[in-house]
């Protein structure tokens, strides 16, 4: 195998993806008052626990038994709400709760659990927040009052973001969208007056001035400002209506992607400064970077960071989750007339005493003809300098839209630490490139993420960075289908590894949720239409073109990829003779969330790339792998 320093054991790893229990992943980051908020999840257990900070301390919320998450569209977001003497959550179950901050009683505000809840926001005027409910289908913007009653704002759309109210109480935005388009290909911008009862009236939709997705409203003062990708790239806009017509002004800030796809409802990329100004985050070349402009002036704040989420205004500045290459996720305080940053929680670094981890190097792939963009993405080398280019893994990230981000990932560090290269692709269909970039893969899924796969072994290959002879290709979820449908188009992939994979889109169409209902025929077109087409992009179809060996990780409560899509593909591989793997997990869903099912999982990988890597054998099937191996 290659070489392995010192580094990780089975038990470290899962150490290390435990590490600061409750301080694994933050999230949905709020301030009320002068108290920070947000959400951590626990690595082991994949429970999510509110924690917030202030000039006291930093401590968990005691909300009693139980998780906080919103399953609204399926990825939820906007799972809780912070009022100056309430907080309100969403549970597990989907039920709604209250905590009285002062007295700490926990009360049941929504007792049904037959809906689904998220995009929950404050609305500090009246004492009440706004959410998103979905009831049979049907989604609805909300009004919850202290009193449990439940008031209906606005119904009639096919999906709605999480709203967004004016300081003054007196005006409420969002943005919806409506099937089969999905939030990041077409959407539409609204705003509401705010009537003395509480209820909103002049309710009207605006367009931007051509085609275009909307995202994350928000007031500045008597402002409305949106994120609009109308011109190519979600830029921030401000939103006016004179003379019965609607104007949307241009901001200075440049031509980049200034948010991501919105998956989940009630994320921020921007926030207006409470002394004047804004600051934004924008994506360049993968890195996320944060700017403040004020007062015509713009400046680069936290370069040591790599992305950012969830901003928020602060007394003299701003606060908002962290990201970076090299260390945990962080809550931050940012001086916007220094600059200066705080680590106000988490931000730990990885334990040194076996090795530094590897920073990311950027790299790109030039446009070979006008219909192939450059490709960009990230490379992992070996910790230790090998005598020979090394092996590589190349890992295409799930959705398919979204984006690999340069940020800390002990799994990408264990294959470092292991004599590995690792190289996340952002290949097209990506996020952080722009409105053309993200919809190359309209009808192309399974098609141009898979030449862009292969476009960036080649390039890597040939810069002598990797050994031509040695690369791997694995992804999750829809990164699965990728690294499978190039397994099925190409030989160049020395092994595929699949984890959770689609590998029969017909199956994932008829059993998606209503979010994603119209998706799968905007990546692969109508399939009435297009039959054929779907049929030559179902791996499950196509197992006798594979000709390299096959890993498969699978969880058995998995509602998405469910089990049996993952069975077929495998007993269609041992039908044509082909060397594959099957690991299944019991107390797993879609995504592995318990770390030593990860561990288990990395072990897995490590021996079975590992031995192909070390001297080109083909791992041969064995009966007597562990429990979490299903034959």
């Given at each position: 195998?290659p ?12 150490s ?21 908020f ?40 906007g799972a ?51 959410a998103?409910r979905?009831q ?8 919850l ?23 003054d ?17 077409q ?17 009207s ?14 007031f500045a ?7 609009s990708?109308?011109e190519?790239?979600w ?9 019965g ?10 031509m ?9 409802l ?16 924008q ?20 370069e ?8 928020s ?8 989750i962290?990201r ?33 981890p ?103 290959a ?12 694995q ?13 099925v ?7 595929v ?14 059993e ?25 992009r179902t ?22 990829v ?18 594959v793997?099957?690991?299944?997990y ?46």
């Amino acid at each position: 195998m290659p070489g392995t320093p010192n580094c990780f054991t089975v038990a470290e790893l899962i150490s290390a993806l435990d590490a600061c229990a409750g301080f694994s992943q933050y999230a949905q980051l709020r301030v009320c008052g002068d108290t920070i908020f947000w959400l951590a999840s626990h690595p082991e257990t994949g429970s999510v626990a509110l924690w917030q900070a202030d000039h006291s301390g930093i401590c968990q919320v005691n909300i009693g038994p139980g998780s906080i998450r919103s399953r609204l569209n399926g990825y939820g977001g906007g799972a809780y709400a912070v009022l100056p003497g309430r907080v309100i959550w969403v549970a597990d179950d989907q039920r709604v709760w209250q905590l009285d901050r002062i007295t700490g009683k926990r009360t049941l505000l929504v007792p049904d659990d037959d809906n689904t809840w998220g995009g929950l926001v404050a609305d500090p005027q009246r004492d009440r927040v706004l959410a998103v409910r979905e009831q049979r289908d049907h989604q609805a913007l909300l009004a919850l009052e202290a009193t449990g009653q439940v008031r209906v704002l606005h119904q009639g759309l096919d999906f709605y973001g999480a709203p967004t109210v004016s300081q003054d109480g007196t005006r409420v935005a969002w943005c919806s969208w409506q099937l089969p388009d999905m939030p990041w290909l077409q959407s539409t911008l609204w705003q509401a007056t705010v009537t003395a009862d509480g209820n909103i009236e002049g309710a009207s939709g605006q367009s931007p001035p051509v085609s275009g997705s909307v995202q994350q409203p928000q007031f500045a003062g008597e402002h409305l400002w949106v994120i609009s990708d109308h011109e190519g790239w979600w830029q921030p806009w401000q939103v006016t209506r004179q003379g019965g017509h609607d104007q949307w002004l241009k901001s200075t800030a440049p031509m980049l992607d200034h948010a991501n796809a919105p998956w989940q409802l009630g994320e921020r990329h921007s926030c207006p400064l409470r002394e004047g100004g804004w600051a934004r985050v924008q994506y360049c070349q993968g890195i996320g970077e944060l700017w403040l402009e004020r007062a015509g002036q713009c400046q680069r704040v936290a370069e040591g960071w790599t992305d950012f989420r969830d901003l928020s205004p602060s007394v003299d500045g701003l606060v908002c989750i962290g990201r970076a290459a090299d260390r945990h996720d962080a809550v931050l305080k940012v001086c916007a007339d220094s600059g200066s940053v705080t680590v106000l929680a988490g931000g730990q670094m990885p334990d040194r005493s076996t090795m530094a981890p590897m920073a990311p190097v950027a790299f790109v792939v030039d446009a070979e003809a006008p219909d192939s963009p450059p490709v960009q993405g990230f490379l992992y080398p070996p910790a230790l300098a090998p005598a020979a280019a090394p092996p590589v893994i190349l890992i295409a990230h799930g959705g398919p839209t979204s984006a690999a981000y340069a940020v800390y990932n002990p799994q990408v560090q264990f294959w470092c630490q292991r004599g590995f290269a690792v190289a996340e692709v952002n290949y097209s269909g990506s996020t952080g490139a722009g409105r053309d970039f993200r919809l190359r893969l309209a009808g192309r899924w399974g098609e141009a993420d898979v030449q862009d796969m292969v476009r960036c072994a080649d390039y890597l290959a040939t810069q002598g960075l990797v050994c031509a002879n040695n690369v791997f290709i694995q992804g999750r979820s829809s990164g699965g289908y990728t690294a499978l449908m190039a397994a099925v188009q190409t030989d160049r992939f020395k092994a595929v590894g699949s984890l959770f994979g689609v590998t029969d889109p017909w199956r994932l169409r008829a059993e998606t949720h209503r979010f994603e209902s119209g998706y799968l025929d905007w990546l692969l077109g109508d399939p009435q239409l297009h039959h054929a087409r779907w049929q030559a992009r179902t791996p499950s179809l196509h197992a006798g073109l594979i000709s390299g060996p096959a890993i498969f990780f699978q969880g058995m409560r998995d509602a998405v990829v469910v089990p049996d899509q993952t069975r077929r593909m495998v007993a269609a591989l041992r039908a044509q003779g082909q060397p594959v793997e099957l690991h299944c997990y019991e107390d797993e869903g879609h995504g592995f969330q318990k770390a030593d099912n990860q561990a288990h999982m990395l072990e897995s990988l490590y021996r079975f790339y590992g031995n192909l890597a070390s001297n080109g054998s083909q791992i041969r099937q064995k009966d007597n792998e562990p429990a979490h191996k299903l034959s």
